[in-house]
Structure formats: C-alpha cells, structure tokens
C-alpha cells in the first residue's frame, strides 16, 4: 500500500518539477548569454495563465485537436508512472518495462502529429513531417540504448536495471554504459526538440519542429501540450540520470534513504540541465538535413555500447 | 474424447456447408437475396472455421479425418495446434470480409460480375479451411494451387481497368514459381512414400543435403506466397486492384498461409534444422521489413501503401520465426517458444489491423472514387465512423500501446533481446542490428501512417470528390467495428492470447510442451523473456489518467472555447492548396534515404519571353521505381525468353521431326528402365 502512495507521491513531484526543470534550464542559458533571464519559476506562472485563457479552435480542427493534447499529456504522466524517480523497485514495475516507456511516448508523438496536421495549416504539416522524421531516425539508437542495459541487467524493466546497476557500481565506468550515455544523451536532445535539432524558443517557420505543430494551440490545451513537453524533459533526465548513474536512488522505504533520493535526483536534474543549457548556448542549430548525420553518430554510438558489453560480458 | 472430436467434426461440416451456400447461392440467386445469402453463406462458414479453430486450441482435441475422395493419396485432414490457430486467422477476416463484402458489393453489379465475386470468394475461404487442416502433400498442393487460382479470378475482378490485368498475371507467374518449388519439396520430403503423408514425412530420415535443399525449396516457395522479398514484387500490384474485401483476405490471410506453410515444413516436418536456417529466414525478415516500409512511406496510392506494409509486417513475422527457428537449432526451447509465439501473434494481429486498414481504404474508395491522398481529405466529418476504425487500426499496425501491434512487437523485441544467450558471438553481434532495424521500421511505419491518416482524413478536402464524400454503409461499418474491437481485445487481452498460442506451438520439432509457462496473471510475462509488461494495466491506467485529466480540467481551468481561422501570418481566406501535401510530409525521409530510392527528378521552368527573372510556369516531376523488377526481374525474364526462343528450334514444323522424337524418347526411356540390372 505504502508503494502505490509513494508512487503516486513520485508522479505529483515529477509533475511539480518539471515546469521548473525548463525554467532551470532557460535561466541557465540566459545567464551564460550574459541575460539576466527570467526567474526560474516563469513557466509557473505561464501554465497558471494559460490554464486561465480561452482557447481558440481552427474551424478546419476536428475532434482530433480537441483529444492531442490529453494523449500527450496522459502518456507522459503514465510513463512517469514507471519511472524509478526516487524508489526502486515500483509496485507497477510490472506493468512497463524501457520500450513500454519509449512506445508510450511514441503515442504522444504519434497524437500531437494528427494534430498538427488537423487545421490545415502549411504550418502544422511541416512541423508534423519534421517530427515524425527525427523521431523515426530516433527509434535504433533509443533501441540499441536498451539492448546494452538489457544485457547487463537480464531485463528491460527499468526496476530491475537500476537495481543492477546498484548492485555492481562498477559497471558504471565500464564502456558499453559510457557510450549508451552519451547516444542517449544526443537522442534526448532530438526527442525533447532541444538545440542542435530544434530551437524551443524559436517562431521561424523555417526553423520550427515541436513549436510548429503545437502552433495553433492555445489556452488549456497549449498548457497540457507544454506541460508534457517539460515532463518528457524530465523523463529523459531521470532516464540518463538513474538508469546510467543511479547512485542515491532509494531501495527502502525509510524517510533517509528517500530525502537523500531527492536530493540525488536534483543534484543530476540541475548537473544536466547545465550540461543542455551550455551546449545549447554553445552549439548552433542543425540544418534539418543534417539532422539524420548526428542521430547516425549516436546510432553508430550506440552500436559501439552493445557491441563493447558483449564482448566485455 | 468422442464428444470432443465429434464437435470439432460438426463445426468442420457446418463450415463447409456455409462456404457451399454461399457459393450455389452467388451462382443461383439473383439480387439483395442473391447477395445476402453468399455473404450469410460466407458468413456462416468462416464463424464455424473460427469457431472450430478456437475449440481446438480450448480444448486440445486433434480431429483427423481420412476422405477418399481425392486419387493416388485420399484427402487426410488433420487439425493439431497450429492448424487451429491459422483457422481462427481464417476465420475471424473472412467473417468481417464477409459482411464488409454485401455493403461494399451493393451498387458494383454494374461493373462486373458479382455472381463469379461471391462464388470465388467463398471458394478461397473453403480452400483456406481446407489447406491448413491438410494431412498429406497432394491435398496441401491441391488446396493451395485452388487458393492461388481462386485470389487469380478474384484480382481479375475489375479487368476493365489498366494495371489489372498486368497486375494479375505477375501474380499468377510469381505464385506457380513457388508453386513449383513446393512441389519439388514435397516430393523430396515424401521420398518414396506413396501416402505423402505428414506422419511419414516426420518419420522419414532424410540425409542432411536433402533436408537443406528441401527447407530452401520451401523458403521459396512459400515466401512467394508471402512476400518476402525479393519475390514480393506482386502483391503491390495484385492487392490494390482486387476489391477492398478480397485485399483484405489477401492482405490478412492469403499471404499468411505462406508462414504456415514455411513452419509447417521447416520445424513441423523437418523438426527444426542448422542454424543458418533461422538466420536465413531472420535476415529475409528484417531485409523486406526495412524495403516495404520504405517503400510504403513514398506511396500516395492508399491501397498500394497498404500493401508495401503488409510485405513490411511479413518481414516482421519472419524475424519472429527465423528467431525462433535460430533458438531452436541451438537447443534454447523457451526462447524458441518465445520467438515463434511472437511470429504467430503479429500474424494474426496483423491479419486484424490489415484487414480493418484495407476495409477502410475501401470505402473511402467508395466514397471518394479515388485512391490517391493527394486528393482526399477532411474526410472525418464525412466518414466518422470509418475515421475511428482507420485510426485504431493505423494506432495498431503503429505498435502503439496498448493495442495489438505493440504486444506482438514487443514480444518480437524480447525474442530478439534473448539473442544474448546465444553461444556463437559472431550470431549474437548481429541481433543488435535486427533490433535496430525493427525500431527503425517501428518508427517509419509510425510516420508512414501519419500520413496516411492525417493526409487522408484531416484538414479540408482536396478535391470535389472528397467534399461529397457519404458515410460507408452499416454492414461496411459493421465490418470495419469488428475488426477494431478485435485490435483492441488481442491488445488488452494478451495474457489470454499467449497461452493459447503456446498450445499451438507445443509439440512442433520436439519443442516440449513444458516449455510453455506463460503466467495467466495480468501481467503477461513470458518465462525466458527478459522483461515484462502488461498491456491491460496499460490500457486502465491511460483511460484513468485520461478521465482524471478530464475532470481536473473541468474543475480548475477556464472553460470557454472559441472557433477561428486557422492561422495564416494575416493572409485572407483559406483553401486546400494551402494545406500540407503527402509527398511533402514524406520528404525529409525521402531525402534521407534517398540512395535506397534513387528518385528521378525532372524539373522545367518556363520563362516569361521578355525577361528571365519572371517565371510563367514550372513543372516538377519525380519518380521512384523499386529497382527490384528491372534488376532483377527483367533480366531473368530476358533469360527465359532468350531460353524459349532457342527452344523454338526444336519445334520446326515437320511431323516427321516429332515422330523421330518421340522413338527417341521411348528408347531412351527404356534403356532407363532396364540399366539398374
């Protein structure tokens, strides 16, 4: 019983964080661009004025616009549901193992691409195009990344890989960890539309993914759709955080083991919205054609991770 | 035990004797009788084949039956575990196809004939029956050469058109060269046995050379039939020109029996062979998984798209098999379970969700009068309700969760994952790349369907057709519902599926029946899999969610709504150009793969006579053509051609000549029959 209240628990706090997450992240890059930047709770206050505006649907919208954004947001809540966040192992570790999480997902992207192309706007069709396509080259590194956690746990549920990584700290200096790291970190970069392959702060058609489809959306919806956008940031985080390094992760239930869990989790929270927030100030954004270059390093990236555990099994 | 057989033979008369209604009925009758009694004839007998199936793998009964109606050998049926799962696949698409068949046939009595439709339609269905429960080698051939001839005539259906008649014979031609590799494989298994009986088969001994060449002859043969490629160049062509039923059972069955037919024979008959077998079929697998998805993203023919994706499901199946088949060779049963568990399941999901996309297309084909996206769109307040079964089954064949695409993926993924446990490292290292492949052609496939559905069916029609589209007919829908409601229910209901499919594999080439654990808890591990998920609880979380979104939304945020014009950086008006178009949407991924494509590109400018910076007109064309049929198709029909033409010369006309061949032949036939002594 106390599992199923500490999850729930677990989802409030990733809901809660998240929106700070992308605030962190803003405000980091605002100061290394010599910005003072908006204060780190701006999207707070951004989600509280959208959830009280009206919202304005296209005439051309079926009910495909009016359902998006709950899929987006539903599945980025129901995979924070098996996210080993502060606790393994998680009473509905069951339920979803790693490609139950990236296909999940998957569903949300699958929803707000429809929904893209409902207005019929040239706006919407070309950031549905652009997303479907990174996410489509996305799918073998995300693949490759599991199989290289998977043959070290002996299973793709997140619980029991975080718990063998716990048990054997070793494994995480050995090669197939630091290079399934670093593919997963460039397709969390092209999954959450973050620069070198989409600018979140940008308006230009021309250089629009995520912000292209979402561009009809306002009120309510825009509020789930961008509330979803900063829980799949915060998945991906716990993701490379706890699976990779999951040090401070809490295995008891006692309060201890949980405050230090939280303080872990923020700790990596806060060292990699750095490391985004430097590359992004660092790097320009990838011509679209590009694109397909960079996730065939972090494929080729990948394919490296599963070959050295293999070999080094 | 008597009861039980006694049933399962009921249910096998009640079947044949629907087919055979429906049949006399399409023949006889004229009509909405005429129509209504071949469809409840159909209807009757594929719900008796669906329901036989389903008793058989409840109950575990293996009926055999011996016929004398057949010369040399008598027709033996026999229904085992695997024959009573492709009978709930025949089952379960003929019955939607059937009902989808009377709505979709109402006003085409003009166009062709639809007493031939309606006979040779209940005609395949029986065949189909009838093939999987076949016991010995001529009533398999038999049954399937019917098969083929009777999806031939069905094809043919609408042979006013062009490519139909073109379309009909590359799939005959492909179709009678697996045919004769089949024969050539039986006659090999049977070695000398005059009953060419499956049990003798099994108990045959056949010297190591003989059984590779057997399981190659097989693998052709029946990956014709499937659509492996290279030798799926047909079913792009055959299955978009059939009506939109019989795509249906061709896209959801026809093929299928090619799997069987390779499992039959590769672990049935042979009991499981090297290696090299499974990854044979393995790599096949993932080869025409990545070329049919690719192939389908560029299409904007609806139903040919359709068809790319069924040689890319195919693919998917086979990697399920070949997996299984390369554990099995290693002595791994549970992940050999695993793995051909796995195949069987997207078999039959993939029959559910092809068949609903094919019925979709059909009546938006009805509707609109065209197959081409380019021209179709806003079709869902037109078409609503074949808007939502087009969406369930595009979210299924997407493997998104929790429907039935995902289950079965996943289970291939997990099938794959176990790769790790095998000894040979230069086998393991390349499991890796067949996962990557799989989730690149996952994610293709996601895109592809966005397109499809999106371009189809969203925004505002782009054409006049499409903007008087009228929503398809209550059986059409009827069809279509029961299809989607079955994605959804071997989705969710997948730790019921499982073990019932672990029945159907339990006993083939020695595979113990112990096996086969599946824990029938909600969570639907599989023992020997590494991980573990549960569709249901999906399913129940995702609409919790959703509802207690809902409610919090309702509670706490704003609650007005007003309608607009979708944004357009402040120009007047809105029309269909504006809009995105489906070669558009496919682009990027166009370019991207552009050296597997190969895209010719002709551009023209017309310039203004006075001035070159003043542009009158410009027009773009581009072509992909698979390369398959001029690479390798047209050089082997040159080949036989060539082989044929030279042959000309032995028929040069005179008797005379033929007479001294034949005396010829005759001496060297017996000279044959006596040099043993």
């Known amino acids: 019983m106390t599992g199923y209240v500490l999850e729930s628990a677990q989802v409030v706090l990733a809901l809660v964080l998240a929106p700070g997450l992308v605030g962190l992240v803003r405000w980091m890059k605002a100061r290394l661009q010599g910005r003072r930047g908006a204060p780190i709770w701006q999207p707070y206050l951004e989600l509280r004025k959208l959830f009280a505006k009206q919202v304005v649907v296209s005439e051309n919208a079926s009910w495909i616009f009016h359902v ?10 129901a995979v924070t549901l098996l996210l080993p966040l502060l606790t393994v192992p998680l009473p509905l570790d069951p339920a979803g193992d790693l490609l139950a999480v990236v296909y999940l997902l998957l569903l949300g992207t699958f929803f707000l691409a429809l929904a893209g192309l409902d207005p019929g706007s040239a706006f919407g069709g070309m950031g549905s195009s652009r997303e479907m396509t990174v996410a489509a080259l996305a799918e073998p590194t995300v693949a490759l990344a599991i199989f290289a956690l998977a043959l070290g746990a002996g299973s793709t549920n997140l619980g029991q890989i975080v718990a063998r990584t716990l048990a054997d700290p070793l494994a995480v ?12 970190f460039i397709v969390m970069l092209a999954e959450t539309g973050r620069l070198p392959v989409d600018n979140p702060a940008t308006h230009l058609e021309l250089t629009m993914i995520h912000e292209a489809m979402v561009l009809e959306y306002s009120g309510r919806y825009l509020a789930l759709i961008e509330w979803a956008a900063a829980l799949k940031l915060l998945v991906f985080f716990t993701l490379l955080g706890n699976l990779f390094i999951p040090w401070g992760v809490a295995t008891t239930l006692t309060p201890a083991s949980l405050l230090m869990a939280a303080g872990a989790l923020l700790v990596k929270l806060v060292v990699l919205a750095g490391a985004v927030a430097v590359l992004e100030t660092r790097v320009a954004k990838l011509r679209l054609f590009r694109v397909p270059e960079l996730i065939s390093a972090s494929f080729v990236l990948g394919l490296l991770a599963v070959t050295s555990s293999f070999l080094l099994r | 035990m008597t009861s039980l057989l006694a049933v399962a033979h009921q249910l096998l008369g009640v079947a044949a004797s629907g087919y055979a209604v429906g049949v006399l009925a399409a023949l006889a009758a004229r009509g909405t009788a005429g129509r ?32 004398p109606w057949l010369p040399l050998t008598g027709m033996a049926l026999r229904i085992d575990g695997l024959s009573a799962f492709f009978l709930v696949v025949v089952g379960l698409t003929g019955a939607a196809a059937a009902v989808y068949g009377f709505g979709y046939t109402a006003h085409e009595g003009a166009r062709y004939s639809l007493r031939l439709l309606g006979a040779t339609l209940n005609l395949l269905l029986l065949s189909l029956t009838i093939q999987v429960i076949a016991d010995n080698a001529l009533t398999f051939l038999l049954t399937w050469e019917v098969m083929s001839l009777a999806a031939y005539v069905l094809v043919l259906t609408e042979h006013d058109h062009a490519g139909t008649v073109r379309a009909a014979n590359w799939y005959l031609g492909v179709t009678h060269a697996g045919f004769a590799a089949l024969v050539a494989a039986f006659l090999l298994l049977s070695a000398g046995d005059p009953a060419m009986s499956f049990e003798g088969m099994r108990a045959a001994v056949l010297p190591s050379p003989v059984r590779d060449t057997v399981f190659v002859l097989a693998l052709l043969g029946f990956g014709a039939k499937a659509g492996i490629v290279p030798l799926h160049v047909w079913l792009p062509m055959a299955h978009p020109v059939a009506p939109s039923h019989v795509s249906a059972l061709m896209s959801g069955v026809v093929i299928k029996m090619g799997v069987y037919g390779l499992l039959r024979i590769s672990l049935d008959l042979l009991g499981g062979g090297p290696a090299w077998w499974g990854g044979v079929v393995l790599g096949a697998g993932v080869l025409s998984a990545l070329l049919g998805v690719l192939y389908a993203l560029m299409e904007h023919d609806l139903k040919r798209l359709l068809a790319y994706h069924s040689v890319e499901n195919v693919g998917i199946i086979f990697m399920g098999i070949g997996a299984g088949l390369m554990f099995h060779s290693y002595g791994l049963p549970a992940l050999a379970t695993l793995g051909l568990v796995a195949g069987l399941y997207h078999t039959l999901n993939h029959a559910c969700f092809k068949g609903l996309l094919f019925l979709g297309a059909g009546s938006v084909l009805q509707a609109t009068s065209t197959r081409n996206m380019e021209e179709l769109g806003g079709l869902i307040r037109r078409m609503p309700r074949t808007a939502l079964c087009f969406l369930v089954g595009s979210a299924a064949i997407s493997a998104l969760p929790p429907l039935n695409g995902f289950v079965s993926e996943w289970l291939v993924f997990q099938a794959l994952l176990g790769g790790a446990a095998i000894p040979q ?22 895109a592809c369907f966005v397109k499809a559905f999106g371009i189809t069916f969203l925004a505002l029609p782009r054409s006049a057709a499409a903007a008087v589209a009228r929503e398809a007919p209550p059986t059409m829908q009827l069809g279509m519902a029961i299809l989607a409601l079955t994605c959804l229910a071997l989705g969710v209901g997948a730790f019921l599926v499982v073990p019932a499919l672990g029945v159907a594999i339990a006993g083939l080439g020695g595979l113990p029946a112990t096996a086969v654990r599946f824990s029938l808890d909600i969570s639907g591990g599989i023992s020997g899999a590494p991980g573990e998920m549960s569709p249901a609880l999906m399913a129940v979380g995702l609409i919790v969610l959703g509802g207690v979104t809902w409610i919090a939304l309702r509670l706490l945020a704003d609650r007005r709504l007003r309608v607009g014009e979708t944004w357009g950086c402040g120009r007047v008006g809105q029309t269909p150009r504006m809009e995105y178009t489906a070669t558009a949407f496919a682009e990027p991924l166009r370019r991207v793969f552009a050296e597997v494509y190969r895209p010719t590109e002709d551009l023209s400018i017309d310039f203004h006579p006075a001035s070159k910076y003043f542009v009158q007109s410009i027009e773009y064309r581009s072509e992909i053509h698979p390369w398959f049929e001029r690479r390798l198709y047209a050089p082997a029909l040159r080949l036989v051609r060539m082989v044929a033409h030279r042959a000309r ?15 010829v032949a005759l001496l060297v036939l017996l000279v044959a029959a006596r040099w043993p002594q």
């Open chain 1, 173 to 184: 200096i050995s090669p197939g960890h630091l290079l399934g790291f670093a593919a997963l």
């Open chain 2, 649 to 663: 010369a032995l028929q040069a006309g005179s008797v005379h000549l033929y007479l001294a061949y034949m005396m």
């Open chain 2, 425 to 446: 490292p230069e086998v393991t290292l390349a499991m890796p790349l067949a996962v990557a492949m799989l989730a690149l052609t996952s994610g293709l496939a996601v």
């Open chain 1, 68 to 77: 998006a954004p709950f899929g987006v947001f539903v599945t980025a809540v």
């Open chain 2, 36 to 67: 209504a009694l071949t469809a409840a004839g159909a209807l009757a007998g594929a719900t008796a084949t669906l329901a036989l199936g389903l008793w058989c793998l409840g109950t575990g009964a293996t009926p055999a039956l011996e016929l």
